[in-house]
């Protein structure tokens, strides 16, 4: 891939210069995180890490990606509809994993008793890397698709002037005046916005379920504030809020302390540290609800990698998605390789070619976040040691991505300025809202680049690993 900023990158003084004015630049735009030491108030704060220099992307494979984004919208949505198809897809991985089995009983017993719900929101973000074949040419590979608390859309909002700021400070006002603008805080409230006029209370609220601990409360911030903006207020609640405080009237309207609640937006619960049981019950009662859930649970279960894997099983998208084939083909243009675990004869053969050539996978567990990965030589380890057991189930293979390195500046507070080897992983913002059978809104919103040091296999933003960027096309 290009590397644009070859000339400044090894000058150290016009570093030492740009990386002060662009610390400066995070802090009085916004791009803010509260500190480990003190996470639970915004007296102390810090700006969120960033690189000093905005990330060379292939303006193709940019497009490519944005063009993309309404399939998977579309096809999320059809997943969440679709209870034959999330029965049998995660069928062997209720078995052995206990998370996904407890989702997938709220989502069976709320199936059951008969959806209050009426309306749908679906905010995702579908991430990629840029492969580099051997011929030294990048393509869009899929990661994941994030269905539920999918977030740093608010605080990338505000990088491109950062990094804007940046150029013009090294020099390069010309390149600095070709970045993207991109809010995907304003796409995300616009979804947010809609539902809630389709739930049709003028008093109801709209609910953000956040966390016990709120460090990046700042991008959540960043799209309440354009809800308030619109007159639509917001209130901030946790599992344990709901539990105490939440309750549902006779036709499973749900109140928090005496205000109807038109619209939940998780930004909690897609890990299992996020329950106890109280959390558990909390989370039945608002699945029960009348209230927008984003997401409900079906969709929450459409984004595990278990879907994501059987999604490349040729035909499935075919059958999900049918009389759409050109969606299909430019979905499956961006799908990696993708193995399924299970028992039998196809499991154990990958599981071989694994153990034999490590480097050449990545193993995935059916948990969010970052971290969670296993590579190389542990990848290998574990695999002998559960290629026999039921166990292998819980997790997918997946082909492992290689993108072309490019030299850039992390930067973090407390840490020294130093030059590191880069890749980047892209993230396009989805929205959509369907009322019934009806899709009312089905947009991209946006865009988040994050990037992070080759040494670091695994891991997000809020992971302490990867930092806000935006992208330079080329
Ligand atoms: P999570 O739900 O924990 O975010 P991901 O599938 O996004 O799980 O993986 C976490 C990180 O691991 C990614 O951000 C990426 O850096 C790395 N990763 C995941 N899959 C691959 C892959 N196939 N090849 C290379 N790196 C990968
Ligand atoms: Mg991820």
């Not at 897609?270 to 997401?295: F, I």
Request: charged fraction near 25%; charge should be negative.
């Amino acid at each position: 891939m290009a590397a644009p900023w070859r000339d400044v990158v090894r000058d150290a003084a016009a570093v030492r210069e740009a990386a002060a004015a662009a610390v400066d630049a995070a802090l009085l735009a916004g791009v803010l995180m509260r500190t480990g030491e003190q996470p639970h108030a915004s007296d102390v704060v810090n700006y969120a890490p960033f690189t000093l220099l905005p990330s060379a992307v292939p303006r193709a494979l940019f497009e490519q990606a944005y063009a993309v984004q309404q399939d998977f919208n579309l096809l999320v949505d059809a997943i969440s509809q679709n209870k034959e198809f999330l029965e049998q897809t995660l069928a062997s991985t209720i078995k052995v994993d206990d998370f996904t089995a407890r989702l997938f009983r709220i989502y069976v017993q709320v199936l059951e008793e008969g959806l209050a719900q009426t309306v749908f929101l679906g905010i995702n973000r579908s991430d990629y890397m840029f492969d580099c074949g051997l011929d030294g040419t990048a393509a869009l590979r899929q990661i994941e698709i994030n269905t539920i608390a999918a977030s740093f859309g608010g605080l990338t909002s505000r990088t491109a002037d950062v990094h804007g700021l940046v150029l013009k400070v090294l020099g390069k006002a010309e390149e600095a005046s070709h970045l993207l603008p991109n809010n995907p805080a304003k796409g995300l409230a616009l979804g947010i916005a809609k539902a809630w006029e389709l739930y049709g209370s003028q008093r109801a609220v709209v609910m953000f379920l956040v966390e016990e601990i709120q460090r990046n409360i700042f991008d959540q911030r960043c799209v309440e504030n354009e809800l308030w903006s619109r007159n639509i207020r917001v209130i901030r609640r946790r599992f344990r809020d709901v539990f105490e405080q939440g309750s549902l009237d006779a036709s499973r309207r749900l109140y928090m302390d005496g205000q109807e609640v038109a619209v939940v937006y998780y930004r909690e619960g897609y890990v299992p540290q996020n329950y106890d049981q109280q959390n558990w019950e909390a989370r039945l009662l608002l699945e029960r609800s009348r209230a927008v859930k984003c997401p409900d649970i079906a969709t929450q279960l459409a984004g595990t990698k278990k879907v994501q894997q059987e999604l490349s099983r040729p035909g499935t998208l075919e059958k999900l998605l049918p009389g759409r084939p050109e969606a299909v083909a430019r979905m499956r243009a961006t799908f990696a390789g993708l193995y399924s675990l299970d028992e039998g004869e196809e499991g154990d053969r990958i599981a071989a070619t694994a153990i034999a050539d490590p480097d050449r996978f990545v193993l995935k567990p059916q948990r969010e976040g970052g971290g969670n990965n296993l590579y190389g030589e542990e990848l290998r380890q574990v695999l002998e040691k559960i290629k026999d057991s039921p166990e292998r189930t819980s997790y997918i293979l997946m082909d492992k991505i290689k993108p072309q390195p490019a030299l850039n500046y992390l930067l973090r507070a407390h840490s020294p300025l130093q030059v590191s080897e880069c890749i980047s992983e892209l993230g396009i913002f989805g929205v959509y809202v369907r009322q019934g059978q009806q899709l009312v809104l089905n947009q991209a919103a946006g865009h988040l680049l994050r990037t992070k040091a080759i040494e670091h296999a695994d891991g997000g933003v809020a992971a302490g690993v990867a930092v806000l960027d935006t992208p330079y096309l080329v």
